[in-house]
Nanobody, 118 residues
Framework: QVQLVESGGGLVQPGGSLRLSCAAS????????MAWYRQTPGKQRELVAR???????NYAESVKGRFTISRDNAMNTVHLQMNSLKPEDTAVYYC????????????WGQGTQVTVSS
């Protein structure tokens, strides 16, 4: 029923760009905060960027000025534009949906691999 499907990951050179997309279904999308997290082996999953249901933005300090999160409520999608990529951005990136209440269950995507390497 509830499903988040990420796409857009891949291998890029340092300084390059990628655009991740997450398509949501089975939720009332407009009431959910949407976010991107990332995780590397042996490290904790960290919040990369979040956009609230009202459009308020939050970014990890490490990506400010380089990444941009956006949402399209008409299309039930959220995007993460990643510019000036660095090797330390290499991770599996996960889409997250949070309704802010037990009434609206949290959902996670399956993840998409981003590798930044020369």
């Amino acid at each position: 029923q509830v499903q988040l499907v990420e796409s857009g990951g891949g291998l890029v050179q340092p300084g390059g760009s990628l655009r991740l997309s997450c398509a949501a279904s089975g939720i009332i999308f407009r009431v959910y905060a949407m976010a991107w997290y990332r995780q590397t082996p042996g490290k904790q999953r960290e919040l990369v960027a979040r956009i609230s249901s009202g459009g308020w933005l939050n970014y990890a300090e490490s990506v400010k000025g380089r990444f941009t999160i956006s949402r399209d409520n008409a299309m039930n999608t959220v995007h993460l534009q990643m510019n000036s990529l660095k090797p330390e951005d290499t991770a599996v990136y996960y889409c997250n949906a949070d309704g802010g209440s037990t009434i609206y269950p949290t959902a996670w995507g399956q993840g998409t691999q981003v590798t930044v390497s020369s």
